[in-house]
């Protein structure tokens, strides 16, 4: 087994234990019925480009609330503003 076939089987390890504790799009687990993290940023980010400040703040708050390590939302609540 050579470097290159050690370097690969090392990425493909990392890239599998990455997914396994980073799992995209966080679920609500009290309600399963409630969308995913990454509807609520996605609905933020639309009402952002609206313009409809306050629904974009309370969507990415909400996206906060199910994935509080999802730096991306902090950005765009950020810069939700009038």
């Known amino acids: 087994m050579g470097i290159v076939s050690i370097v690969i089987i090392g990425i493909i390890i990392m890239t599998i234990v990455y ?29 952002n480009l609206a313009k409809d400040y306050s629904g974009a703040i309370s969507d990415f708050t909400k996206c906060l609330e199910l994935d509080p ?14």
């Open 19 to 47: 997914f396994l504790t980073n799992p995209v799009g966080k679920i609500n687990r009290d309600n399963p019925n409630v969308q995913t993290s990454n509807e609520y940023y996605k609905m933020g980010y639309e009402k």
């Open 69 to 82: 390590n999802s730096w991306g939302t902090y950005n765009g609540r950020g810069n939700s503003k009038e």
